[in-house]
């Protein structure tokens, strides 16, 4: 989210800059050795940072409005055209397939209408490229969380990590991760605010059609750590 000049802080000294870079406190690595770099229209370089915090440690903040929670269905899925922009039919097949994989969706509902909608991955993440990886069964995974525009700074999104965290709790599930566009600052803002750390960078590459990514060496370090 560019044009933005205060800086958010998670975890052990990882800021994010209002210019949308991203670098450790302690100047180990930073994202400016790719902005030398001559880059081309058909070359797009994205960062994003891999947060985590144990369910045990989560803010359970409530929303400024009384929304109500709940796991939604398959009936729920054409619900989400009102939450989801360009929530198009393979918008929907992707969900269905989510749903069929066993993934939670979660639906926050004021006066009647659905104003959030965020999913939960159980003991895998997603990279971003399409792929699926396992990690600790005792992981879950958020993704696709989002709250329709005027409800958003009324604590919707936090509402959402209170109500997984409980669930995930009763089950035995003991850590969140999720990843987050170094870009948008709104929603590091909400996951500082839940009191999510930032564990490193992961770095996504597109080439025309083709894409790949790259995790840096904390995200490595900790995947490999706690994954069984």
């Keep these: 989210m560019s044009g933005v000049h205060s800086n958010t802080t998670l975890g052990s000294g990882f800021r994010v800059r209002g210019s949308g870079q991203a670098s450790t406190a302690n100047g180990r690595w930073t994202l400016q050795w790719w902005m030398s770099v001559p880059?081309?229209?058909?070359?797009?370089?994205?960062?994003?940072?891999?947060?985590?915090i144990k369910v045990t440690e989560l803010s359970r903040v409530s929303p400024t409005i009384p929304v109500r929670y709940r796991f939604g269905e398959a009936g729920d899925l054409e619900r989400l055209g009102a939450v989801?922009?360009?929530?198009?039919?393979?918008?929907?097949?992707?969900?269905?397939?989510?749903?069929?994989?066993?993934?939670?969706?979660?639906?926050?509902?004021?006066?009647?209408?659905?104003i959030?909608?965020?999913?939960?991955?159980?003991?895998?993440?997603?990279?971003g490229t399409g792929r699926i990886r396992p990690v600790s069964p005792a992981w879950a995974y958020t993704y696709r969380t989002h709250t329709v525009q005027p409800y958003r700074g009324r604590g919707v999104a936090s509402g959402f990590y209170g109500f997984v965290g409980s669930a995930l709790a009763v089950l035995g599930y003991d850590r969140l991760v999720c990843w987050v566009s170094?870009?948008?600052?709104a929603s590091l803002r909400a996951h500082a605010k839940a009191g999510y750390a930032t564990v490193g960078l992961i770095y996504?590459?597109?080439?025309?059609?083709?894409?790949?990514?790259?995790e840096s060496r904390d995200v490595r370090q900790f995947l490999r750590r706690d994954a069984q």
Excluded: M
């Design 84 to 114: 989801y922009p360009n929530f198009d039919e393979s918008a929907q097949r992707a969900a269905r397939q989510a749903l069929d994989r066993g993934d939670w969706l979660v639906l926050g509902e004021f006066e009647g209408q659905v």
């Design 182 to 185: 170094d870009r948008n600052v």
């Design 39 to 52: 880059r081309y229209a058909f070359i797009r370089v994205r960062t994003r940072l891999l947060l985590q």
């Design 204 to 214: 996504e590459v597109r080439l025309i059609r083709w894409r790949t990514y790259w």
């Design 116 to 127: 959030f909608s965020g999913w939960v991955l159980l003991g895998a993440i997603k990279t």
